[in-house]
């Protein structure tokens, strides 16, 4: 429980399906070798990318077991998945995703206490939560589904305090407040990674330890680079002003458009999902994608030299 969690790169990672919509678990281990040979730090398995409010805890806890074993040691594997709204039944979730051998447990924030409900109703179902897994570390995920629950700099300093915790995937998307929990959380285990592009640099600027979103589906390779060398790199307004603009992409039919761009990379990955119609993804909508990648392609080539 005592191991620290990577700065870097932690991709939130989508689920592929077969044709009969089951897990292709042929697939995901082609995508865990995809992230790995980019430079990743390491892998969010289980999250709203993977459509975790869609997977049946067999499922959840199958992908979190196969993504820490194919990774093999290469990179670290975190995973969340307590979906439901009971803390009974969410300390089962939890203890089974725990089981898997992952490197952290997520903690799903809105799960912890309703929307109506105040930070105290979620410390005490926290409290609950780390007395039933003792030996466990644990993140913290500022899930936008079913409501989107930000930690306060105060509720995030007592998480830090606990020692328990080792991971925030923080989605406020707002300096002042990353700079806050940063503050709150300095000299602890405890590191913030942020899910917005757009921010990105300044957060690191003020301490952030990386960078785990959506995008790191379409080129995790360039937020690998960002992260690494953002201190030195004279490139790095440049590569952060195209990964802000590219972010945009995430509005138009995610996580079917980052399918059909891995498809386009050339791995077996349909881009059937779970939360959405893969019908809704129209003709402009590729074209998009299309697009975004020849412009990264370009910024791959000029700042990667491949």
């Not at 939130?12 to 730090?41: C, F, Q």
């Not at 386009?264 to 003709?283: F, H, M, N, Q, Y």
């Amino acid at each position: 429980m005592n191991q620290s969690i990577a700065d870097g790169v932690w991709p939130t990672m989508i689920t592929p399906y077969t044709s009969g919509g089951d897990i292709d678990y042929a697939t995901l281990g082609l995508l865990v070798d995809w992230y790995i040979e980019r430079g990743v730090h390491g892998l969010f398995a289980v999250c709203q990318s993977s459509e975790m409010f869609k997977l049946s805890l067999e499922e959840r806890v199958g992908i979190a077991r196969f993504v820490k074993e194919k990774a093999a040691g290469r990179v670290q594997v975190i995973a969340s998945g307590h979906i439901s709204d009971s803390p009974e039944q969410q300390i089962e979730e939890l203890k089974a995703i725990a089981a898997t051998g992952v490197d952290a447990v997520v903690l799903v924030c809105n799960r912890l206490a309703r929307e109506d409900e105040g930070e105290d109703v979620w410390r005490s179902n926290a409290v609950r939560l780390l007395e039933a897994l003792p030996d466990t570390a644990f993140g913290i995920y500022e899930c936008p589904y079913p409501y989107k629950r930000l930690l306060s700099p105060e509720l995030l300093g007592w998480c830090a305090g606990t020692g328990r915790f080792r991971f925030l995937k923080d989605t406020c998307c707002d300096l002042r407040q990353i700079e806050a929990k940063l503050e709150a959380v300095a000299g602890t285990e405890l590191k913030l990674f942020n899910a917005n592009s757009t921010t990105l640099l300044d957060s690191l600027r003020m301490g952030a330890a990386g960078f785990s979103g959506v995008m790191a589906n379409f080129h995790p390779e360039l937020y690998v680079r960002l992260t690494e060398r953002w201190r030195k790199d004279p490139e790095a307004e440049r590569l952060q002003s195209f990964l802000t603009v590219a972010s945009l992409i995430e509005l138009q039919n995610y996580p079917v458009n980052a399918k059909y761009h891995l498809q386009r990379l050339g791995l077996p990955i349909s881009t059937r999902c779970r939360t959405k119609d893969d019908a809704g993804l129209k003709e402009n909508h590729r074209i998009e994608v299309e697009h975004l990648e020849r412009l990264a392609g370009t910024i791959r080539r000029d700042l990667l030299q491949v």
